[in-house]
Structures are given as structure tokens and as C-alpha cells.
């Protein structure tokens, strides 16, 4: 593991404090915690790179984007 530096406002870091008093666990905890949150919801939402290479000659393939991914890559997480 390594120790790095963040800035914080006086307020984000007061509530980040008082959060880990009330569960029993240190701000570091909190913070490790919420980072792994936010870059798992940016990995969902991050667009696949082949996207947009082709043309399928069909012009409800993009109203469909989703139900045709899900059909395809099958039932995976987050879909």
C-alpha cells in the first residue's frame, strides 16, 4: 500500500471524520472505500472503444444499443 497527500475542504473533511467515528473505522477507511466506489461506477460508464466502428445498415441499432449488448454479452453485472 502506498501513503499519499489529498486536499480537502475544512467541511468534506469534518464529515468524512465524523463518518468514521460513527462506524468504528478511521477517515482513511473512508476514504479508500469511497474511491473504490467512484472509480467502479466510472469503469461501468466508461464506453466501450469499439464503439461506433461500423454501420449495421439498421437504423434503430442505437434506440436498441442496450437490449441488443444485453442479448449479446449476455446477462453480465451491471446490465
Known amino acids: 500500500m502506498a ?4 486536499l480537502l475542504e475544512d467541511d468534506l473533511l469534518l464529515a468524512v471524520k465524523q463518518l468514521a467515528s460513527l462506524k ?5 477507511e473512508i476514504i479508500r472505500k469511497a474511491l473504490k466506489a467512484y472509480l467502479k461506477r466510472q469503469r461501468r460508464a ?3 472503444s469499439f464503439t461506433a466502428i461500423g454501420s449495421s445498415g ?3 441499432v442505437s434506440e436498441r ?3 441488443i449488448l444485453q442479448a ?3 446477462k453480465q ?3
Open 65 to 67: 444499443a442496450e437490449e
Open 77 to 79: 453485472e451491471g446490465w
Open 24 to 28: 468504528g473505522t478511521t477517515a482513511t
Open 3 to 6: 501513503r499519499t497527500t489529498i
Open 46 to 48: 466508461k464506453v466501450p
Open 58 to 60: 439498421q437504423s434503430s
Open 72 to 74: 449479446e454479452a449476455g
